[in-house]
C-alpha cells in the first residue's frame, strides 16, 4: 500500500496508459502521433516504475526513471530529425507512403 | 471525508483526468491538438509523482517532457504546417482491428493481475527516497557510471540530430 492506494491500482492506471499508447501507434497514420503515443507508453511504465520503487523503498527504481527519461529525450530528438528528412523529401509524413523498402 | 482519504481522492481525480487525456491525445484529428492533451497528460503523470513523493522525478519531468520535448513537437508540427486535418486517415477495419488488439492487450494484462494478491510491505507516510538528496545520494553512488554514459548518450543523440538534419551544401 503506498498511502492508502494499493499497488494493484497503479498496475492498472499503467496498464490502460500504456495499452492507450499501443492503440495509438496502430491507428493513427501521422507519423508524429506515432511518435506521441510511443512516449505515452514510456510514460505509463516510468509511473509503474516510481510506484514499484515507492512501495519497496528502494531508489533504484526512480534512478531508472532517470534513465528512461534522459533516453527518451535523446531519441526524440533524432526521431524529429529523421522525421524532418523524410519530410523534406516526400512532402508528407504519412506512414502509408513511407513504403519504400516493401516488394 | 465521504470514507476516501484525501491522497486517494487525488489519486482518482489524477488518474481519471489522465486517462481521459490519453484517449484524446489518440483521438483528436487536429495534431496541435493532441500534443496539447499530451502535455495535460504530462502534468497529471506528474502530479501522480507528487503522491508518491518522488519530487525530484516530478519535477524533472515537468521541465524534461512538457518543457523540451514537447516544444519539440510542436516545432516540428508548425515548421510541417500540420495545423489543418490534412491527414488521410486508415481506413476502419485497420482501425476497428487495432481497438480489437487493444482490448485483447488490456484484457491480458488486467487478467493477469487477478491472481495477485495485497503486497503487505506497509510503507505508510511519505517514504524519503524521492528526494533530491537521497536520490542524489544513490545516483552518484551506486549508478555514477550509468550517469556519465547517460551524458555520452546524450552528446551522441545532440551530434547525431543535427548531421541528420543538416541541409545539403550543395
Given at each position: 500500500?503506498?498511502?492508502?492506494?494499493?499497488?494493484?491500482?497503479?498496475?492498472?492506471?499503467?496498464?490502460?496508459?500504456?495499452?492507450?499508447?499501443?492503440?495509438?501507434?496502430?491507428?493513427?497514420?501521422?507519423?508524429?502521433?506515432?511518435?506521441?503515443?510511443?512516449?505515452?507508453?514510456?510514460?505509463?511504465?516510468?509511473?509503474?516504475?516510481?510506484?514499484?520503487?515507492?512501495?519497496?523503498?528502494?531508489?533504484?527504481?526512480?534512478?531508472?526513471?532517470?534513465?528512461?527519461?534522459?533516453?527518451?529525450?535523446?531519441?526524440?530528438?533524432?526521431?524529429?530529425?529523421?522525421?524532418?528528412?523524410?519530410?523534406?523529401?516526400?512532402?508528407?509524413?504519412?506512414?502509408?507512403?513511407l513504403s519504400n523498402l516493401k516488394n | 471525508m465521504l470514507g476516501y482519504t484525501i491522497t486517494q481522492w487525488l489519486f482518482g481525480i489524477l488518474s481519471f483526468l489522465a486517462i481521459m487525456f490519453a484517449?484524446?491525445?489518440?483521438?483528436?484529428?487536429?495534431?496541435?491538438?493532441?500534443?496539447?492533451?499530451?502535455?495535460?497528460?504530462?502534468?497529471?503523470?506528474?502530479?501522480?509523482?507528487?503522491?508518491?513523493?518522488?519530487?525530484?522525478?516530478?519535477?524533472?519531468?515537468?521541465?524534461?517532457?512538457?518543457?523540451?520535448?514537447?516544444?519539440?513537437?510542436?516545432?516540428?508540427?508548425?515548421?510541417?504546417?500540420?495545423?489543418?486535418?490534412?491527414?488521410?486517415?486508415?481506413?476502419?477495419?485497420s482501425k476497428i482491428i487495432a481497438g480489437i488488439a487493444g482490448g485483447m492487450m488490456l484484457f491480458v494484462l488486467v487478467g493477469s493481475l487477478k491472481g495477485t494478491e495485497q503486497l503487505n510491505l506497509?510503507?505508510?507516510?511519505?517514504?524519503?527516497?524521492?528526494?533530491?538528496?537521497?536520490?542524489?545520494?544513490?545516483?552518484?553512488?551506486?549508478?555514477?557510471?550509468?550517469?556519465?554514459?547517460?551524458?555520452?548518450?546524450?552528446?551522441?543523440?545532440?551530434?547525431?540530430?543535427?548531421?541528420?538534419?543538416?541541409?545539403?551544401?550543395?
Open positions: 500500500m503506498i498511502n492508502g492506494i494499493s499497488i494493484n491500482y497503479y498496475l492498472l492506471l499503467s496498464a490502460v496508459l500504456f495499452i492507450i499508447g499501443a492503440v495509438g501507434v496502430m491507428a493513427r497514420r501521422n507519423s508524429i502521433i506515432i511518435f506521441m503515443c510511443i512516449e505515452l507508453m514510456l510514460n505509463a511504465v516510468n509511473l509503474l516504475l516510481v510506484a514499484f520503487s515507492t512501495l519497496h523503498g528502494d531508489a533504484s527504481g526512480q534512478v531508472f526513471v532517470f534513465f528512461v527519461m534522459a533516453v527518451a529525450a535523446a531519441e526524440v530528438a533524432v526521431g524529429l530529425a529523421i522525421l524532418s528528412m523524410i519530410y523534406r523529401n516526400v512532402k508528407s509524413i504519412d506512414t502509408d507512403l | 484517449l484524446m491525445v489518440v483521438f483528436s484529428r487536429n495534431p496541435v491538438n493532441s500534443v496539447l492533451y499530451l502535455v495535460l497528460t504530462f502534468f497529471c503523470i506528474a502530479g501522480h509523482y507528487l503522491v508518491m513523493n518522488a519530487q525530484f522525478l516530478a519535477i524533472v519531468h515537468i521541465v524534461v517532457y512538457a518543457g523540451a520535448i514537447m516544444v519539440l513537437f510542436l516545432f516540428v508540427i508548425m515548421l510541417m504546417n500540420l495545423n489543418q486535418d490534412t491527414e488521410p486517415q486508415k481506413t476502419w477495419v506497509s510503507s505508510y507516510g511519505a517514504s524519503q527516497i524521492g528526494t533530491v538528496k537521497n536520490l542524489g545520494k544513490v545516483l552518484f553512488s551506486d549508478f555514477l557510471f550509468p550517469f556519465e554514459v547517460a551524458s555520452i548518450l546524450l552528446l551522441a543523440a545532440m551530434v547525431g540530430a543535427i548531421m541528420i538534419g543538416k541541409k545539403e551544401i550543395k
